[in-house]
């Protein structure tokens, strides 16, 4: 392989390559927390995630740009056996509480052109996104989730790494991250100070089988349209806040998720 020249690389070419071909990512971890600032760090969770994706291609005004649709769940599992948790205890002195899983059943948005140069000498190059993230929780106000806010404001940081590649090279495996503060079906206490870790790995793989297993019991007996993504949706982006208040009377009930869905 010539490496002596430097190589551009568009991020539109994978839309351009991939138009409207249903695509499968598998990614899994592990989530940790502290519960106090000068805690530390204790893994809680092992975590099966994967999207569902399609890409598209799009031209406008000012040409083209990549438009991106996900179906995105995600198991937290016990760190020991790696089975599917449906009940946690946070503290021996309060009761079990419904896991609610990451199921996003829509997440889309569009992607800008941007070209990366790839060094002469470099096979690839790695690029490290760090994303800040603060805003007003949306739990915080309602009474009804009180228990289940940590307080007025969100504030996390996400964390992806990914490699722009030249033809015909391997990368590393592409990376996430998340710090952010506990999630609401955890029902620590409004301000409780808890804070999550999530890291995981991501790959592409061929096919649907190749996902884990547990995923794809889940999906095939409780939310099939998670095998597939549509060509086309206008179902607002969905996010775990916004699920969990979607399904708030059945995390009450005590029901197992994910909650059937359908299509």
């Known amino acids: 392989m010539d490496l002596s020249q430097s190589y551009q690389v568009s991020n539109l070419d994978f839309y351009r390559q991939h138009h409207g071909r249903q695509l499968y990512y598998r990614w899994e971890g592990a989530v940790w927390w502290r519960q106090s600032p000068d ?3 204790e893994k809680i969770f092992a975590i099966a995630g994967m999207n569902a994706t399609k890409v598209f291609l799009r031209s406008g005004e000012n040409g ?6 996900n179906r995105e769940l995600g198991l937290y599992c016990d760190p020991e056996s790696g089975d599917v948790l449906t009940q946690w205890q946070p503290f021996l002195n309060q009761p079990p509480v419904p896991v609610v899983p990451i199921a996003n059943r829509v997440v889309q948005g569009d992607v800008s052109p941007k070209n990366t140069t790839i060094p002469a000498g470099e096979p690839y190059l790695e690029k490290v996104l760090e994303i800040p993230l603060t805003y007003p929780h949306p ?4 009474p009804q989730y009180r228990d289940h806010c940590p307080g007025e404001c969100f504030t996390g940081t996400e964390y992806f790494t990914t ?7 391997k990368a590393p495996t592409p990376l996430w991250a ?6 609401p079906w955890m029902k620590l206490g409004y301000e409780h100070p808890a804070r999550l870790r999530f890291e995981t790995t991501i790959r592409r793989v061929d096919s649907f089988e190749e996902l884990n297993p547990k995923l794809i019991e889940v999906i095939r007996q409780r939310v ?3 095998e597939h993504t549509p060509d086309a949706t206008d179902e607002p982006n969905v996010t775990s806040t916004t699920y969990f208040k979607q399904y708030f009377e059945a995390y009450q009930a005590g029901q197992s998720f994910p909650i059937q869905e359908m299509q």
């Open 39 to 41: 805690a530390p760090l």
């Open 64 to 69: 083209d740009y990549g438009h991106r649709i």
């Open 163 to 169: 490699y722009a590649v030249r033809p015909g090279v």
């Open 139 to 142: 739990l915080a106000g309602e």
């Open 224 to 226: 099939p349209i998670y």
């Open 178 to 183: 998340r710090d952010c503060p506990w999630l």
